[in-house]
């Protein structure tokens, strides 16, 4: 059962089950700024080749609080946001703070996805641009900004993703593993990293061919950085992991030579 979130609802608290979906066929573009500070505009995205699939939400949302798990994991089932999807949730009326610990409890620590806080980040005029009237709202949007799916529900499992997803030829497909950058000896920059998945630790080294270090850094999927530096160790470190929340995590290695860019879970 969905939540009707309208003026009578919130007064007498009322949770009622509604036909609730947006009425577009037509994407309305929109920018906003996630919890983190980083921003995203919607036809961006689009014109990138990306369907977009949005999360309409609010954090006392007992339906949304049910269904944001099936959200997070099909969005690692479909590339974390490296593929042919790009997931966003949206919040209605709430701070960054509040979103942020939404995640906390029901997410079990950072998303991977942008999260849009509505008082802050944007949400609210979304909600509004696109008619939301009941929570939570799923909806696909193709890259020629069509709205495929204007109400997708009811949520229970990931494999209801699947289905709507699948009636547009969109297939899972792993999260990307790694992006190496040429150097400037035109060779790919390599290093190895360990464990997989890490625990407080994750230890860096680079072969022995005569390629020092010069700094690396640990970020999550939407661009937010918890640590970075600059190292005067020529071939290994170890990278201290303590206060991240588990999920995926890109590291970045710089060198002499250029840089890489691989993927790690985080316990």
């Known amino acids: 059962m969905k939540k009707l979130y309208s003026t009578l609802a919130i007064i007498i608290g009322i949770a009622t089950s509604s036909v609730a ?29 990306k369907y ?9 949302c ?4 049910g269904a944001s798990p099936h959200f997070k994991t099909t969005y690692t089932n479909y590339g974390c946001n490296t593929q042919d999807i790009y997931f966003m949730s949206v919040d209605n009326g709430n701070t960054d703070a509040e979103v942020d610990q939404y995640e906390t409890t029901y997410l079990g620590g950072n998303s991977g996805f942008p999260a849009i806080s509505g008082s802050t980040g944007g949400g609210n ?3 509004s641009a696109y008619g939301i009237g009941a929570f ?20 229970s ?9 699948a009636a547009h030829s969109l297939t899972q497909k792993a999260c990307a593993t790694g992006i190496e950058n040429k150097g400037a000896d035109n060779n790919a920059v390599s ?8 625990g407080n630790v994750l230890n860096i080294s680079i072969p022995d061919n005569g390629n020092k270090l010069v700094s690396y850094a640990v970020s999550d999927a939407i ?8 190292t005067t160790n020529d071939r290994k470190e170890e990278i201290n992991l303590e206060g991240l929340n588990p999920g995926m995590y890109f590291i970045e290695v710089v060198t002499k030579e250029g840089k890489a860019v691989k993927t790690f879970m985080k316990n």
């Open 191 to 198: 290093f190895n990293y360990f464990p997989n998945p890490a």
């Open 62 to 65: 007992v339906p949304c609080q």
């Open 52 to 60: 977009v699939c949005l999360d309409f939400f609010f954090t006392t």
């Open 157 to 165: 499992s990931p494999a209801n993703f699947d289905t709507y997803f």
């Open 223 to 230: 661009g937010k950085k918890y640590v970075a530096a600059a």
């Open 125 to 127: 005029a979304v909600v």
């Open 21 to 49: 979906q947006t009425t577009l066929t037509t994407a309305v573009d929109f920018t906003v700024t996630d919890t983190h500070g980083n921003s995203h505009n919607l036809f961006t995205l689009l014109n990138s080749g």
């Open 136 to 155: 939570p709202t799923f909806i696909l949007i193709a890259p020629n900004k069509q709205i495929l799916e204007q109400d997708m529900w009811p949520i």
